[in-house]
């Protein structure tokens, strides 16, 4: 089965209207771990001749601080890291560095489009900022009107986000969803925050640099490029720690690790039941540690007992001397060691209990709150610009759907199946916002997406490129890059408190606009006026600087301020009496307040499905010159990676015929078959149960000159999730393909 997108809300491929593009620029990168005499120079070089200018990086979700440089004509040359930022230490990784490639970007939204009919065909005819936002305001006031704001849904990723949650906030809608929680990190805060009290956070709060021993589950560092994480863990290598890397993939970090443990997919918490299992039976667990501040021990003893290696071998194919021998290496190294949460965590849908039993493993171990283990993390609280207090929504995310004791944040798949019309559903959604969110390729089961977006009535997308989810909406709107605007004040928890701010390097280009501007015009004309009291976004960050004791003049200057810590000490001092938010005030190894909800109070583990004969399981991740989709088509970061390959097992290769570079086609469980072909990459470093490509490629919109048609979607492959009971987070691992040898679509337009 294909699946095409014809629908009564027609799929158009946006068409690259506007002023020509300005040509791409491929220079060499100034690549991430390079000379750093060679930086150094750089550095000096571009200080004489260019002016620079404050920013943050929005290639991805670690925004990293840097300083953008313009030359004399005012174009931008180059972007490097800010020395003072705890978050890059200077140096941006090679995404980074090629950010100024979304600015450059050619094929870039150029102006406001709107959706129309001529001659039966639909199309879309370019609009001007005051005829689009004028259509807007006035649909979100008819939907008020008749189903409440709160039929109105925001789903959002990144910067402009915020904008316009606060827009949405005051008009009355909470009816917010992103994937970066049920689609990514929201299995590791409900499985921490269940055990210490706390959750992750970004950056994590994991003291690499430090530690004696780091344990990687299914997260490859060096892969997903999390700057100062990657540049910690080289250092931690030069320093001697251990790397442990459990992986059915020998990533990058595996490549690293003194043990690769290449475990069956689907096993991770058998394997860390053995862990605990061995270290509570050869008594390897910091003793102290968990009697003054643990709970439920005895408990935990009693559970993972029965858990021995020899059980778990039979489960993960780790060898019980393998399972014995890592877990004395991590006793030896603790409290210094890290068994690190991971990131993208949504697996197999038990995955706030893998996290939990991650959380459990740091707990006997004693690496929270510890040197070389998780450290404390602060951060700078930035005081809100007035503005009324928001009004009461009826209802929000909270309501929709099914509903999970532990979600925290809305969940983007109950947005979806709200929107899909059903009569029992009390809280229909008629109309979306998507701002800086690919839904196609980021949500799984893309047939829903499709379906609820032909069902919702209205839709809005703001976006800096002609992603797919644009050729979907009923009005678009182009947003500048992070190049090209004010954004919000960065700050994140980190060691020490920070903050960072992004000014514009250059004015927009084309008929773009930044996110806080669309959301003050939007709430403008919704009669919000005192939510937006101000002009211009500068005034708000220097209201709010000055509330800090700086300004934006001394942080155009310095890009980055870092301030000192007032929370107390990075670690806990030796016996230090400490209180954990959870119910007992302890490290919970046994928690109360699952069983109350009706879960396991420890996590068990639960076999998943496997691979039918002749299918592989679908297994894919980051590419380091990549963030998900939205990269892809970067003029800079295409010319490093155009496009994805399938990693196959020679055993398989062999099975099959196949041969590195060799075109296939992928069909999943469900008759899905992909868009595209891929080429084969035949690799020991990829199990023969299970089959490896990089995330994001795929794209199926021609507008997208680069990234159109290279490689495979491994979303669109995506038809089955297992939901996650404590959060709804979705768990895509569960999907298994076989490989197509023959053009299956040879007599099918796609
Ligand atoms: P992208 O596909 O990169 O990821 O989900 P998304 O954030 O949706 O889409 C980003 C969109 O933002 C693009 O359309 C891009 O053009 C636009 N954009 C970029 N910069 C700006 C900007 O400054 N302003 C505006 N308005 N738009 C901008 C990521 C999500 O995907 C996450 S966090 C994870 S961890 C999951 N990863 C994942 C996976 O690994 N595999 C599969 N199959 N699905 C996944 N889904 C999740
Ligand atoms: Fe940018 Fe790389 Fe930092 Fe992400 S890690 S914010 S892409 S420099």
């Known amino acids: 089965m294909i699946l095409m997108t014809t629908s009564r809300r027609k799929f158009i491929k946006i068409s690259a209207l506007g002023l020509g593009g300005v040509a791409a620029s491929t220079t060499a990168f100034n690549m991430f771990g390079a000379n750093s005499y060679l930086d150094e120079l750089v550095k000096e070089n571009v200080a004489k001749k260019f002016k620079r200018t404050a920013t943050y990086c929005e290639v991805c979700f670690w925004k990293c601080a840097a300083w953008a440089h313009t030359n004399e004509d005012g174009e931008i040359k180059k972007i490097i890291g800010n020395e003072n930022d705890p978050h890059c230490f200077g140096r941006l990784c090679p995404r980074g560095t090629g950010g100024v490639g979304m600015y450059n970007d050619e094929d870039r939204l150029k102006t406001p489009l709107i959706r129309t009919n001529i001659n039966g065909e639909e199309t879309y005819r370019e609009a001007s900022w005051e005829e689009a936002l004028d259509l807007i305001a006035s649909k979100f006031k008819g939907y008020k009107e008749t189903y409440g704001a709160e039929s109105i849904a925001l789903l959002k990723h990144g910067s402009p986000g915020s904008h316009l949650e606060h827009l949405f906030k005051a008009f009355g809608s909470d009816t917010i969803a992103e994937p970066a929680y049920a689609q990514c990190r929201g299995p590791r805060e409900t499985g921490f925050g269940l055990t210490f009290g706390s959750w992750i956070g970004s950056p994590e709060p994991t003291d690499i640099r430090d530690t004696k021993c780091l344990v990687l589950i299914g997260s490859h560092i060096g892969e997903n490029m999390h700057n100062s994480q990657v540049q910690e863990m080289s250092d931690a290598i030069d320093n001697g720690a251990t790397i442990i890397t459990v992986d059915p993939r020998l990533s990058t970090a595996a ?319 030796e016996g230090q009496d400490h209180t954990f938010y959870t119910p007992s005030g302890k490290i919970e190894f046994y928690s109360q307040q699952l069983v109350n909800k009706g879960f396991d109070p420890m996590p068990v583990y639960t076999a998943h499905p496997e691979p039918p004969q002749g299918f592989y399981r679908l297994n894919y991740g980051r590419s380091p010159m990549h963030t998900f989709s939205r990269t892809i088509n970067n003029p800079n970061l295409n010319a490093l990676k155009s496009e994805n390959t399938l990693w196959v097992n020679p055993k398989v290769a062999r099975i099959l015929s196949l041969k590195t570079n060799q075109e296939v086609w992928l069909k999943n469980q469900d008759d899905v078959i992909s868009t595209f072909s891929i080429k084969v990459r035949v690799t020991e470093r990829v199990r023969w149960d299970s089959v490896y490509m990089y995330h994001g490629f795929g794209h199926n919109n021609e507008k997208l000159s680069r990234a159109f048609g290279k490689g495979v979607s491994d979303t669109e492959l995506i038809t089955k999730i297992a939901v996650d009971p404590l959060m709804g987070g979705t768990g895509l691992r569960g999907n298994f393909v076989s490989i197509l040898t023959e053009n299956p679509h040879k007599n099918t337009e796609i």
């Open 255 to 573: 490549s690293k690790s003194e043990h690769w443990l290449a475990i069956k997919p689907a096993t991770d918490i058998a394997l860390l039941l053995s862990w605990m299992n061995v270290l509570i039976e050869e008594g390897l667990y910091n003793k102290n540690y968990v009697e003054k501040y643990g709970f439920g021990f005895d408990q935990l003893k009693d559970h993972v007992k029965q858990f021995t290696p020899e059980w778990a071998y039979g489960i993960t194919t780790i060898k019980p001397e393998e399972i014995r021998k890592t877990a004395r290496i991590m006793a030896a190294a603790a409290p210094s060691v890290i068994i690190h949460p991971g990131r993208h965590v949504v697996w197999y849908g038990d995955d706030s209990q893998r996290e939990r039993a991650i959380a459990m493993l740091n707990g006997l171990l004693g690496s929270w709150g510890n040197r070389g283990g998780f450290y404390f993390k602060e951060s700078l609280k930035v005081p809100k610009f007035p503005h009324p207090a928001y009004p009461e929504p009826k209802w929000g995310w909270k309501e929709i759907g099914e509903k999970y004791p532990y979600a925290e944040m809305g969940i983007t798949s109950e947005l979806v199946k709200a929107t899909l019309p059903s009569e029992d559903n009390e809280h229909p959604i008629k109309a979306w916002l998507v701002a800086g969110t690919n839904l196609i390729n980021t949500l799984p089961q893309r047939e829903k997406t499709i379906e609820a977006i032909n069902a919702v009535e209205f839709m809005v997308v703001v976006d800096t490129m002609p992603m797919e989810i644009t050729g979907y909406a009923d009005v678009v709107l182009p947003e500048c890059t992070y190049l090209e605007r004010y954004d919000d004040i960065r700050s994140a928890t980190n060691r020490i408190p920070s903050i960072a701010v992004r000014v514009p390097v250059v004015e927009p280009k084309y008929d773009s606009k930044p996110a806080w501007w669309i959301s003050k015009e939007i709430g403008e004309r919704l009669g919000l006026h005192d939510y937006f009291n101000y002009n211009d976004f500068e005034e708000v960050i220097d209201w709010q600087l000055h509330e800090l004791g700086t300004s934006l003049e001394e942080m155009k200057k310095v890009g980055v301020k870092v301030f000192d810590r007032k929370s107390g000490p990075l670690f806990l001092e």
